[in-house]
């Protein structure tokens, strides 16, 4: 059994900072593509930033230049470190792995959730 463990939401004020984690655990083989998603109220979930196991980066225009994601493989963990929030950053952040096991192939695993509050 995989789980996908996020933490580092909360509430902060617009123009603050806030760092996410997402700490993968499990019989886990390899991690290939790791990213932060969120979904704002009545919105759909959107991607807000990816990175490949090489380290490749890929970043939603919204965020770009304000957030910067960042993984540790021997950790199996990934980061989002939110710099200059707006109240239109306020979501659930999701964490997704796409991650092999070594008793299941390639598969999409995703966290709980962590709110994120930008207050104006």
């Known amino acids: 059994q995989v789980q996908l463990v996020e933490s580092g939401g909360g509430l902060v004020q617009a123009g603050g900072s806030l760092r996410l984690s997402c700490a993968a655990s499990?019989?886990?083989?390899?991690?290939?593509?790791m990213g932060w998603y969120r979904q704002g109220p009545g919105k759909q979930r959107e991607l807000v930033a990816a990175i490949t196991s090489g380290g490749s980066t890929d970043y939603a225009d919204s965020v770009k230049g304000r957030f910067t994601i960042s993984r540790d493989n021997a950790k199996n963990t990934v980061y989002l470190q939110m710099n200059s929030l707006k109240p239109e950053d306020t979501a659930v952040y999701y964490c997704?792995?796409?991650?092999?096991?070594?008793?299941?192939?390639?598969?999409?695993?995703w966290g709980q959730g962590t709110q994120v509050t930008v207050s104006s």
């Open positions: 499990g019989r886990i083989f390899s991690i290939n593509f």
């Open positions: 997704k792995g796409q991650i092999t096991t070594s008793y299941f192939p390639l598969y999409d695993y």
